[in-house]
């Protein structure tokens, strides 16, 4: 995925109506569905325009994955229906993200 244009951010409401920031690092296919690797959105000092520091540790902090669903005719992201959904997937995004490093 090229950076030349900066990270690309998708907002996203959960069920509860609150939104938050994901920002896109990759997406694959797999079996016809379309799948996204996100993290949260790194917050900006409203002051400095610096990052804020993160907690990497914090359990609000990680990768999401999402997957691009059809409702009433419009792509919608969900989140994924098993636990080896998830695991299949996370797997092949970490396949991937460590054949770039190897391949750098």
């Known amino acids: 995925m090229s950076e ?3 990270p690309d951010f998708i907002t996203v409401t959960d069920e509860d109506g609150n939104e ?8 694959l296919e797999h ?3 379309t799948y996204y690797a996100m993290f949260p959105a790194v917050a900006e000092d409203e002051e400095t325009g610096e990052p804020v520091d993160v907690d990497a540790d914090d ?4 990768l999401v ?9 419009e792509e919608i992201l969900s989140t994924l229906d098993s636990d080896e959904e998830l695991d299949t997937i996370y ?8 054949q ?4 750098e």
């Open 4 to 6: 030349d244009f900066g």
């Open 20 to 27: 938050f920031e994901l920002e896109l690092v990759d997406t």
């Open 31 to 33: 079996e016809g569905v």
């Open 59 to 62: 359990e609000e902090y990680g």
């Open 65 to 73: 994955i999402m997957k691009a669903i059809e409702e009433n005719g």
């Open 91 to 98: 797997n092949l995004f970490m396949e991937r993200f460590f």
């Open 100 to 103: 770039d490093e190897e391949e």
